[in-house]
């Protein structure tokens, strides 16, 4: 899940993409772990690769949640 913010939170975007998507960085990550591990080993997912590759799930524009129509159609159907 990645969230992204701007004009003080008027504008709010939530993505999503699976792990195995990214999984080209975690194994970078993981060939240059240090050992021993420090306090800090922060890494993150470049914010334009985000934008192209994780799926939009909702915006929330002031205080106003509007969802996508590919969340929408997308959404599992319930059995009854």
């Known amino acids: 899940m990645f969230f992204d913010h701007r ?8 993505r999503y993409a699976h ?11 993981l060939e240059e772990y240090p050992d021993p591990y420090p306090q800090r080993y922060r890494k993150n997912i470049p914010f334009n690769w985000v934008k192209k590759n994780a799926t939009l799930l909702m915006t929330l524009k002031d205080g106003e949640v ?12 319930a059995k009854i």
């Open 7 to 14: 004009d003080n939170l008027r504008q709010v975007e939530l």
């Open 19 to 29: 792990g195995s998507a990214m999984k080209k960085f975690f194994q970078k990550w």
């Open 66 to 77: 509007t969802y996508p129509e590919t969340a929408i159609r997308s959404a599992p159907k």
